[in-house]
C-alpha cells in the first residue's frame, strides 16, 4: 500500500466522520441538558432535502446551510414541545419524531431524486495546500468539514470553560436544584433541544450537498442512530465524540477498500460493517456500567416540569 493510497483513505475517512461529528455534537448538548432525543436520524432527513432543495434553486451553500440547520431545528421544536411541554415520554416521541421524518422527506423529495448539484469545492490556501503528505491530510476539504472542527471547539469550549457550559451541565444532573435557584429549566432544555436539532439539520446538509450531492430517499442510512451510539461510546465527552467520528467514517470507507486489496468478503457484509461496528461498540460500553454512570447525565430521559416539585 503506497503512501498516496494511505492518505487518499484518511482524507476520505475525516470526510466521511464529519455528518457524525455535526449530529453527535448536537445530540451530546441536547443530552447535557438531560433530554434524550432519538429522533437525529429524521432531523437529518429533513436538513439534508431541505438544504437540497434550497441549494438546487439557488445556488447558494449558505442559504442550504440556514434552511437546513432551521428544517432540523423545526423538527426538534416538534419534539421539544411533546416532551418539555406537554411532558410526554422522550423515546416514544424521539421515534416518531424520526419516522415522521423519514416520510416527510421523501415526500419533499419527490421532484428531486434524478437532480445532481455541483457539490462542494475544497478550500486551497496557497502553500499549506501544496505541502508533502500534511497540505493533502490537512488542507483538502471544503468549508463544511472545517466548520465541523470549529464546532468541536466551540461545544468543548462552552461545555467545560463557561458559565452557561456548567449550568447547563448543572440542569442534566440535578433539574431540581437548579430550578430552586430560579433558573429557567425548561427554557435552558429548550435551546439545547434546538441546537441539537440544527446540528443534525446541518449534518444532514453535508451529506446531501457536499459528501454525495444527490437527493436519494432514505440517504442517511443509519447515520443518526450511529451519531446516537457514538455519544455513549465517547462517554459524552467531545473530544471522544470528535475521534469516535472519524473511527466509524473509516470504518464506513473500508468497505469500499477491503477488496480492492485483495480481501474477499461478501459486499453485504462490508456494507453491514458500520453497523456492527456500532453493536459490538454499544456492548462493550455497556459492560462498564459505573463509567457510564459516572458520566451520563443523571437526569437523561427523565421527564421534568417545575409544576411538579
Not at 90 to 116: C, K, P, R, W
Not at 217 to 224: C, H, Q
Request: hydrophobic share 55%.
Amino acid at each position: 500500500m503506497d503512501l498516496s493510497l494511505v492518505l487518499h483513505i484518511m482524507v476520505a475517512a475525516v470526510a466521511a466522520g464529519t455528518p457524525f461529528v455535526f449530529a453527535a455534537l448536537g445530540e451530546l448538548v441536547t443530552e447535557k441538558s438531560g433530554v434524550l432525543n432519538l429522533g437525529v436520524e429524521g432531523m437529518m432527513l429533513v436538513g439534508a432535502i431541505t438544504g437540497f432543495i434550497a441549494m438546487a434553486k439557488s445556488g447558494s451553500l449558505l442559504l442550504a446551510v440556514v434552511s437546513g440547520m432551521a428544517a432540523g431545528a423545526a423538527m426538534a421544536a416538534v419534539f421539544g414541545v411533546l416532551t418539555l411541554t406537554l411532558m410526554a415520554n422522550q423515546v416514544a416521541s424521539g421515534l416518531a419524531l424520526t419516522i415522521f421524518g423519514m416520510g416527510l422527506s421523501a415526500f419533499l423529495g419527490l421532484d428531486y431524486t434524478s437532480f445532481a448539484l455541483p457539490g462542494v469545492a475544497e478550500l486551497h490556501l496557497p502553500l499549506l495546500s501544496d505541502l508533502p503528505v500534511i497540505g493533502p491530510l490537512l488542507f483538502s476539504y471544503d468549508v463544511l468539514v472545517y466548520s465541523s472542527v470549529v464546532l468541536f471547539v466551540a461545544v468543548s469550549w462552552f461545555l467545560y470553560k463557561t458559565r452557561a457550559g456548567l449550568l447547563l451541565r448543572g440542569i442534566g444532573e440535578a433539574p431540581e436544584s437548579a430550578h430552586a435557584l430560579g433558573y429557567n429549566v425548561i427554557g435552558i432544555r429548550y435551546l439545547a433541544v434546538l441546537f441539537g436539532g440544527a446540528m443534525a439539520g446541518l449534518g444532514g446538509v453535508y451529506l446531501s450537498v457536499a459528501y454525495t450531492p444527490v437527493w436519494v430517499e432514505g440517504m442517511v442510512a443509519g447515520r443518526g442512530w450511529v451519531s446516537l451510539a457514538l455519544v455513549v461510546f465517547a462517554t459524552w465527552r467531545p473530544l471522544r465524540v470528535m475521534a469516535g467520528a472519524y473511527l466509524f467514517g473509516g470504518i464506513t470507507i473500508a468497505q469500499f477498500h477491503v477488496q480492492g486489496f485483495g480481501i474477499e468478503i461478501p459486499s453485504q457484509l462490508l456494507s453491514m460493517l458500520p453497523y456492527i461496528a456500532t453493536i459490538i461498540v454499544l456492548v462493550v460500553i455497556s459492560r462498564d456500567q459505573q463509567t457510564i454512570r459516572l458520566n451520563s447525565p443523571a437526569s437523561l430521559g427523565k421527564t421534568y416540569h417545575p409544576e411538579n416539585q
